[in-house]
């Protein structure tokens, strides 16, 4: 079974200072992984995506995410966090078609990220 | 482009009512899928469609949940005799295969009464 993890229910950073959403992963097989962020009242939207080549993934709005095999984490991060950035981000997971995963993605619980004025 | 639409918007019913949400997929998408979001918490996957294939039933929480879709097109989730519990915002998404990244709709937040 693949699983999600986002220790973090909260995470609140100061406008202009960097940010951090942490997420780590289970999965069977070489995994692929996504960030997604839901505004208020709104559909999620893709951010970024990691399924091979550089472990430094750069998506949407300036934000970025690092796959580490070794730790099972694809944590993602921005240099320098926007008030507008406050929203609710999702990570994803699903493992390869040939080890047997299922097709469906496997998210985490969410992280509300508030970035203070 | 014109992204995943789903209506209605917005739907209230009382407990025992049938409901039925409607998803329209990015057009050349093969793969919908159906989530369901309670207030506060993750997304629950429910069913997956990819084509001709067979759909992946595994995550519908009851036999009163089920769903179509007509080719590579509509789909369709139909909720029969809404339960209390089944408030929530059901949420579609479309993607050009299964492995890649999923296109979500505004979602249907339906409260049963």
């Known amino acids: 079974a693949q699983s999600v993890a986002q220790p973090e229910d909260q995470v609140n950073v100061a406008e202009g200072n960097p940010l951090t959403v942490k997420c780590t992963y289970s999965?069977?097989?070489?995994?692929?992984l996504f960030w997604y962020v839901q505004y208020p009242n709104r559909g999620l939207q893709f951010l970024l995506k990691?399924?091979?080549?550089?472990?430094l993934v750069k998506g949407s709005y300036g934000f970025e995410a690092e796959f580490n095999k070794s730790q099972t984490s694809f944590h993602l991060k921005k240099p320098s966090a926007l008030v507008s950035d406050s929203a609710l981000y999702f990570c994803?997971?699903?493992?390869?078609?040939?080890?047997?995963?299922?097709?469906?993605?496997?998210f985490g619980s969410g992280t509300q990220l508030t970035v203070l004025p | 482009g014109a992204g995943v639409s789903q209506s209605p918007s917005n739907k209230v019913t009382e407990k025992g009512k049938d409901v039925e949400l409607r998803c329209d997929p990015i057009?050349?998408?093969?793969?919908l899928y159906w989530y369901r979001q309670r207030l506060g918490q993750g997304l629950e996957f429910l069913i997956y469609?990819?084509?001709?294939?067979?759909?992946?039933k595994s995550g519908l929480p009851s036999d009163r949940f089920s769903a179509e879709r007509t080719g590579e097109s509509v789909s369709t989730l139909t909720i029969q005799r809404t339960q209390q519990e089944d408030s929530a915002v059901y949420l579609c998404a479309s993607s050009f295969y299964s492995g890649n990244e999923q296109y979500f709709g505004p979602g249907t937040r339906l409260t049963v009464t």
């Open positions: 057009s050349g998408h093969t793969a």
């Open positions: 994803a997971v699903r493992g390869s078609i040939s080890s047997g995963s299922a097709r469906q993605l496997t």
């Open positions: 469609f990819q084509g001709n294939s067979a759909p992946d």
């Open positions: 999965v069977s097989g070489n995994p692929y």
């Open positions: 990691y399924i091979t080549g550089d472990n």
